[in-house]
Nanobody
Framework: QVQLVESGGGLVQAGDSLRLSCAASGRTFSWYVLGWFRQAPGKEREFVAAISRSGGSTLFADSVKGRFTISRDNAENTVYLQMNSLKPEDTAVYYC???????????????WGQGTQVTVSS
Protein backbone atom coordinates (compact mmCIF):
# COMPACT_ATOMS: atom_id res chain seq x y z
CA GLN A 1 0.00 0.00 0.00
CA VAL A 2 1.05 3.57 -0.61
CA GLN A 3 -0.56 6.80 0.53
CA LEU A 4 -0.15 9.90 -1.61
CA VAL A 5 -0.40 13.56 -0.62
CA GLU A 6 -0.19 16.34 -3.20
CA SER A 7 0.92 19.90 -2.55
CA GLY A 8 1.99 22.98 -4.45
CA GLY A 9 -1.22 24.02 -6.13
CA GLY A 10 -2.38 27.60 -6.25
CA LEU A 11 -3.53 30.56 -8.30
CA VAL A 12 -1.18 31.78 -11.01
CA GLN A 13 -1.36 33.85 -14.15
CA ALA A 14 -1.13 32.58 -17.70
CA GLY A 15 2.50 32.05 -18.65
CA ASP A 16 3.63 31.39 -15.09
CA SER A 17 5.19 28.23 -13.73
CA LEU A 18 4.21 26.00 -10.83
CA ARG A 19 5.67 22.85 -9.35
CA LEU A 20 3.47 20.22 -7.79
CA SER A 21 4.81 17.69 -5.33
CA CYS A 22 3.41 14.36 -4.25
CA ALA A 23 4.79 12.77 -1.11
CA ALA A 24 4.26 9.07 -0.60
CA SER A 25 4.32 6.97 2.51
CA GLY A 26 5.55 3.42 2.60
CA ARG A 27 8.85 1.79 1.85
CA THR A 28 7.85 0.45 -1.57
CA PHE A 29 7.70 3.80 -3.36
CA SER A 30 10.22 2.77 -6.00
CA TRP A 31 8.06 -0.22 -6.97
CA TYR A 32 5.39 2.02 -8.45
CA VAL A 33 5.00 3.81 -11.72
CA LEU A 34 3.75 7.28 -10.79
CA GLY A 35 1.41 9.50 -12.68
CA TRP A 36 -0.34 12.84 -12.62
CA PHE A 37 -3.92 13.33 -13.69
CA ARG A 38 -6.24 16.32 -13.67
CA GLN A 39 -9.94 17.03 -13.62
CA ALA A 40 -11.42 20.31 -14.71
CA PRO A 41 -14.94 21.37 -13.66
CA GLY A 42 -17.55 19.51 -15.64
CA LYS A 43 -14.99 17.28 -17.33
CA GLU A 44 -13.71 13.77 -16.82
CA ARG A 45 -10.38 13.14 -15.18
CA GLU A 46 -7.59 12.97 -17.74
CA PHE A 47 -4.05 11.68 -17.86
CA VAL A 48 -1.27 14.27 -17.71
CA ALA A 49 2.07 12.51 -17.23
CA ALA A 50 3.71 9.36 -15.93
CA ILE A 51 7.19 8.28 -14.92
CA SER A 52 8.73 4.83 -14.71
CA ARG A 53 9.97 3.21 -11.54
CA SER A 54 13.56 4.25 -12.15
CA GLY A 55 12.65 7.64 -13.55
CA GLY A 56 14.30 6.81 -16.83
CA SER A 57 11.13 6.88 -18.93
CA THR A 58 8.28 9.36 -19.09
CA LEU A 59 4.98 9.73 -20.87
CA PHE A 60 2.98 12.90 -21.47
CA ALA A 61 -0.39 13.89 -22.76
CA ASP A 62 -0.17 15.83 -26.01
CA SER A 63 -1.78 18.85 -24.36
CA VAL A 64 1.16 19.31 -21.97
CA LYS A 65 4.06 17.97 -24.00
CA GLY A 66 6.91 20.47 -24.09
CA ARG A 67 5.48 22.49 -21.18
CA PHE A 68 5.34 19.99 -18.30
CA THR A 69 8.01 17.70 -16.94
CA ILE A 70 7.71 14.90 -14.42
CA SER A 71 10.45 13.68 -12.11
CA ARG A 72 10.82 11.56 -9.02
CA ASP A 73 13.15 11.22 -6.08
CA ASN A 74 12.95 7.66 -4.81
CA ALA A 75 15.14 8.48 -1.82
CA GLU A 76 12.65 11.16 -0.74
CA ASN A 77 9.53 9.23 -1.80
CA THR A 78 8.38 12.19 -3.86
CA VAL A 79 7.24 12.78 -7.40
CA TYR A 80 7.10 16.22 -9.00
CA LEU A 81 5.22 17.85 -11.84
CA GLN A 82 6.91 20.98 -13.15
CA MET A 83 4.40 23.03 -15.11
CA ASN A 84 5.66 25.86 -17.31
CA SER A 85 3.89 28.24 -19.67
CA LEU A 86 0.62 27.60 -17.91
CA LYS A 87 -2.62 28.29 -19.73
CA PRO A 88 -6.14 28.93 -18.41
CA GLU A 89 -7.14 25.53 -19.81
CA ASP A 90 -4.69 23.91 -17.39
CA THR A 91 -7.01 24.90 -14.56
CA ALA A 92 -8.05 21.73 -12.74
CA VAL A 93 -7.63 19.63 -9.65
CA TYR A 94 -4.40 17.70 -10.08
CA TYR A 95 -4.09 14.20 -8.71
CA CYS A 96 -1.06 12.05 -8.06
CA UNK A 97 -1.47 8.32 -8.67
CA UNK A 98 0.57 5.15 -8.26
CA UNK A 99 0.43 2.10 -10.49
CA UNK A 100 1.69 -1.31 -9.42
CA UNK A 101 2.06 -2.34 -13.05
CA UNK A 102 5.55 -1.68 -14.44
CA UNK A 103 4.12 -0.42 -17.73
CA UNK A 104 3.85 3.30 -18.45
CA UNK A 105 0.18 3.79 -19.20
CA UNK A 106 -2.62 6.33 -19.01
CA UNK A 107 -5.06 4.29 -16.95
CA UNK A 108 -5.29 1.43 -14.45
CA UNK A 109 -3.69 3.24 -11.52
CA UNK A 110 -4.24 1.65 -8.11
CA UNK A 111 -3.72 4.43 -5.60
CA TRP A 112 -4.75 8.06 -5.62
CA GLY A 113 -4.10 11.21 -3.67
CA GLN A 114 -6.75 13.73 -2.67
CA GLY A 115 -5.76 16.31 -5.25
CA THR A 116 -4.52 19.90 -5.30
CA GLN A 117 -6.21 22.80 -7.06
CA VAL A 118 -4.40 24.67 -9.82
CA THR A 119 -6.04 27.80 -11.17
CA VAL A 120 -4.57 29.73 -14.07
CA SER A 121 -6.01 33.17 -14.70
CA SER A 122 -5.88 34.84 -18.10
Amino acid sequence: QVQLVESGGGLVQAGDSLRLSCAASGRTFSWYVLGWFRQAPGKEREFVAAISRSGGSTLFADSVKGRFTISRDNAENTVYLQMNSLKPEDTAVYYCAADSSPILRINGYDHWGQGTQVTVSS
